[in-house]
């Protein structure tokens, strides 16, 4: 039996879903599906209860948890015994609106990883996949609609919020679901252009009619808000690096009308033939809780 097969068991045990197990695991929920009914025709046993929303495991699927925690164990015990990794520099590339607020569980990496370095490099999304698929970069960091590369295996951690920052006092501070009229003649302070949450935006204001004026272009999210801060415009950035200035009433936001945008993610992106070595798989799932750590703050 293909030790994947357990790596997914254990996948759908955690995540009681096909959909967010095979998300995680950068599969096609198909292949999630029956690599669960090849272990249950090779066990002869019923291994999920399907009759609710949630995959619960059966008493039979429960056992065989226990069988399949040790065989993984053991299989990534004996990888990092017989299989010496290089003691190499871990790259990490991230856009810099998540680089600052989610990257850096570094003290803990390095507590764990005493031996390794680490390197952070933010870019923008189009550059850090391009450096992945060159191997300059073991993984980045994304924000973006569900990235479908087949070059790429993608690992989508959450949806993330992007609302338009402005002044405490604008008229439209707090508003929510408004319409894209109320935009006509706004200024705007953009992030870089190669951003993808921008494009989306131009692409909306395009295609209502909307005109609007660039103040200033800006590849750094600290200068995007200090403009805004300072009265020069709007900007349409991701919640979560606005929420210290908001709790502070530095900064407001009020938000569009639902579906007029793709939804967002925050993605972790690796190449399909990346080896995810010890080190790198615990940068990874510490990043992963560190994330969903803002979401329940």
Do not use: W
Not at 234 to 244: K, T, W
Not at 269 to 277: G, P
């Amino acid at each position: 039996m293909d030790i994947q097969y357990f790596i997914t068991f254990r996948e759908v045990s955690r995540c009681q879903s096909l959909t967010r197990a095979a998300e995680r695991l950068g599969y096609a929920q198909s292949t999630v599906s029956i690599q669960i009914q090849t272990l249950e025709k090779h066990y002869n046993q019923k291994l999920f209860d399907r009759t609710s929303k949630k995959f619960k495991l059966t008493e039979s699927g429960l056992q065989l948890l226990q069988f399949a925690d040790s065989i993984v164990n053991a299989y990534f015990n004996a990888e990092d015994h017989f299989t010496k990794e290089p003691k190499t520099n871990l790259a990490i590339g991230a856009i810099e609106a998540l680089a600052t607020y989610f990257l850096p569980p570094y003290e803990a990496y390095k507590r764990k990883f005493m031996d390794r370095s680490i390197s952070f490099f933010p870019s923008c999304e189009l550059d850090l996949i391009r450096k992945i698929k060159q191997n300059e970069l073991d993984m980045g960091l994304i924000l973006s609609p569900h990235l479908s590369d087949p070059e790429m295996r993608t690992i989508q951690i959450r949806e993330e919020k992007l609302v338009i920052v402005c002044p405490p006092d604008h008229p439209l501070s707090g508003e929510k679901n408004i319409n894209m009229s109320e935009l006509q003649n706004s200024s705007f302070i953009l992030t870089e252009k190669d951003c993808g949450y921008r494009a989306a935006l131009e692409r909306l204001l395009e295609d209502h009619d909307i005109s609007y004026q660039i103040v200033s272009e800006m590849g750094s999210i600290e200068c995007v808000k200090q403009c805004v801060m300072y009265g020069m415009g709007l900007a349409f950035i991701p919640l979560i690096v606005v929420q210290e200035q908001i709790a502070k009433n530095q900064l407001s936001f009020f938000t569009l009308q639902d579906n007029l945008l793709p939804s967002f993610y925050t993605q972790i992106i690796l190449h399909k033939n990346k080896r995810v070595s010890s080190s790198l798989q615990e940068f990874i799932d510490m990043l992963s809780h560190r994330v969903n750590q803002a979401v329940s703050a």
